[in-house]
């Protein structure tokens, strides 16, 4: 059916048109592909056949399309077990095959069926068997890998991780399975991946872990990168207050009038001499309020335009005028000015274990690309479907 369409009739026609028949030729790979079919397969075969013509007349009801690909998956699903399986790929001496790359991807279709982004289902769906296919690879060669170095991971190991990340998501292991359900991810497939992951761990240990090699040099030029910041030329430190208009957290309604009034009073009282500090905890409706209004140190470059231009030409301290944001009236307070500074986030002693730690898990995540990449180049690789 989907072979015999003019390709122009099936251009002329409408958006809505070209889904459906999108939708309509979503199985037809799988028919192409079988082998034998028994009595019941073959029934079920005329049935999509008969569905798809269906679907073909009645074009324009808009949300045919995704029902017509699920019911495909749910017949596509009982017909497999009575299809002869084909192969889909070869790695080395393992064979994976259509049904278990459709196993494989089956999560991922259902959760692009149902996403209703039927513009664009056929596509998505061969990514996604794609990438279940590079998946699946990888796990062949982990597997392949692990029996030639006589690795293993037994059943204790893996039911002592599933129950380590029940515990970390703080939450009874009927819950976590019933979130688990509801995002689509069978236990079987999560635990199946847990068991590569751990194999994964315990080979790249092995292969790699001995090889990374942390430096104390390393070490300082992440800490100078992260924790220490550098600026040179003009630093200002600045006192900040606010008064914003409309409702407040308790409910207390504040005109645009009201706000500027009042920002006149306050910058009038810092004039005179009373305390910033005080007023703005007081007063300023912005969080700097509970640190008495200070908010740090800035170079120009860090600053809003309005902001730079309102504190640029300000003497040490020096009350700025008020300016209009968009929700609040504004002043600042020039305290000091530096002509460099150095900001340190927290001390090399305290977060150098923690450096340590975050270098290793970032060369182990480059180790591990090497390291499948060098598998995939020493193996037999060979996608046939």
Known sequence: FCDIMPKKVFLNREK??????????LRKELLKKTVLFSGFSYWLTLLKLLIMVTGYFLYDRKR?????AFLFLIIGAAANAEVIDQVAAVVNDDVITTSELEKEAQEQYRAAVQSGRDDDILTSMEIIREKALNSIIDRKLIEQKAKEMNVEVTKEEVEQAFNQNVARSGVPKEVFL????????REESYRRNLHTSLLQAKLINIDVHSKIVITNEMVKRYYQKHYVREIDGKVYSLLQ?????????????????NALELARKIRADVLIGKDFAKLARKYSDLPSAVDGGNIGDF?????????????????????????????SYQFYQLTAIKDHLTEVKDSFKNVEKEIRKELRRQKLRQAYKKWIATLKANAYIKKLH
């Open 16 to 25: 809505s048109s070209r889904n459906v028949f999108f939708s309509l030729c």
């Open 64 to 68: 045919f399309a995704p029902f017509l």
């Open 178 to 185: 019933y979130q688990m359900h509801n995002a689509g991810v």
């Open 299 to 327: 170079a120009l470059s860090d600053m809003t335009e309005q902001m730079a231009d309102t504190v640029k030409d300000l003497r040490i301290s020096e009350v700025s005028d008020i300016v209009e944001t968009d929700d």
């Open 241 to 257: 207050m606010g008064f914003s208009w409309g409702v407040d957290a308790d409910g207390r309604e504040r005109s645009r009038e």
